[in-house]
Nanobody, 112 residues
């Protein structure tokens, strides 16, 4: 089992930045990939960014060049640096491990 806890969400103006964190505990040695997902009101959950054990990353087209995913080597913490935020980035952001374990989510609201 892997437990995940997100933090760092909040209200930010368009063009601003936020850094999300995901703290992992439990059987973190078994994790092969972790990712950030988001769900906006009335929409399906979508992948934002993924990072693998080897350090490879993949981003949704809508966030390429603005968001950066990273992690520490022990998988204990994963981050999502979000720059140049847009109102359409407003959503609940979730971290996930291997697509099986999920955090509770953190709200990101981009509004003036």
């Amino acid at each position: 089992q892997v437990q995940l806890v997100e933090s760092g969400g909040g209200l930010v103006q368009p063009g601003g930045s936020l850094r999300l964190s995901c703290a992992a505990s439990g059987s973190i040695f078994s994790i092969n990939a972790m990712g950030w997902y988001r769900q906006a009101p009335g929409k399906q959950r979508e992948m934002v960014a993924i990072i693998t054990r080897g350090g490879s990353t993949n981003y949704a087209d809508s966030v390429k060049g603005r968001f950066t995913i990273s992690r520490n080597n022990a998988w204990k913490t994963m981050y999502l640096q979000m720059n140049t935020l847009k109102p359409e980035d407003t959503a609940v952001y979730y971290c996930a491990a291997d697509g099986r374990f999920w955090g509770q989510g953190t709200q990101v609201t981009v509004s003036s």
